[in-house]
């Protein structure tokens, strides 16, 4: 069973960089056939995908987020990690990190719990 | 940019009866690339049907998506108290890539 965890600071001052951990157990970040993505809830709202990396590097991002964000991966440690720069207030959120499977059908199947990034000095 | 709309936004039904959710896309989706999950608070998203139509693994049959186009929808047949959440359509195409429906709330009567 394919797991996930998310961590990292749940308190940012605006400006500075959030950064996020996940750590994927029960199976190989390296699989192909998976994009390792983050999205995020605001609090009471609906989900906004920020991106996702492929196991070799590549990356996709939102393009509303693009300019702020990055998405890495280190297949040793079986993680892929989320910054996002220059926070505000309107980056408080709950963080996910999910699996998206590609196959015939395209779909978030594992998610971690969520972590909550409260953004404020 | 690929609009989800998802309607009603709240529906109050009681146990026992059919609901029926709706998600429209302002272009037309592959029917591969859409999916649907159930939120409870406090909780991460499920999957619930993916590929438009296919149960994910362990959900009951009386979940049930259909569609294709611009038009899905979900079907709860008969409503268990465990039901009531929030349910979210997503689909997977073109820039941005990955979009998500608003949610509807299905709560009890």
């Known amino acids: 069973q394919v797991q996930l965890q998310e961590s990292g600071p749940g308190l940012v001052k605006p400006s500075q960089t959030l950064s996020l951990t996940c750590t994927v157990s029960?199976?190989?970040?390296?699989?192909?056939?998976?994009?390792w993505s983050w999205i995020r809830q605001h609090p009471g709202k609906g989900l906004e995908w920020i991106g996702y990396?492929?196991?070799?590097?590549?990356?996709y991002y939102n393009p509303s987020l693009k300019s702020r964000v990055t998405i890495s991966v280190d297949t040793s440690k079986n993680q892929f990690s989320l910054k996002l720069s220059s926070v505000t207030a309107a980056d408080t959120a709950v963080y996910y990190c999910?699996?998206?499977?590609?196959?015939?059908?395209?779909?978030?199947?594992?998610w971690g719990q969520g972590t909550l990034v409260t953004v404020s000095s | 940019e690929i609009v989800l709309t998802q309607s009603p936004g709240t529906l109050s039904l009681s146990p026992g009866e059919r609901a029926t959710l709706s998600c429209r896309a302002s272009?037309?989706?592959?029917?591969?690339?859409l999916a649907w999950y159930q939120q409870k608070p406090g909780q991460a998203p499920r999957l619930l049907i993916y590929g438009a139509s296919s149960r994910a693994t362990g959900i009951p049959d009386r979940f049930s998506g259909s569609g294709s186009g611009t038009d899905f929808t979900l079907t709860i047949s008969r409503l268990e108290p465990e039901d009531f959440a929030v349910y979210y359509c997503q689909q997977y195409g073109s820039s941005p890539r990955i979009t998500f429906g608003q949610g509807t709330r299905l709560e009890i009567k």
């Open positions: 990396i492929y196991y070799s590097g590549s990356t």
């Open positions: 999910a699996r998206f499977t590609r196959g015939s059908s395209w779909f978030f199947d594992y």
């Open positions: 029960g199976g190989s970040i390296s699989s192909g056939g998976y994009y």
């Open positions: 272009q037309s989706v592959s029917s591969s690339y």
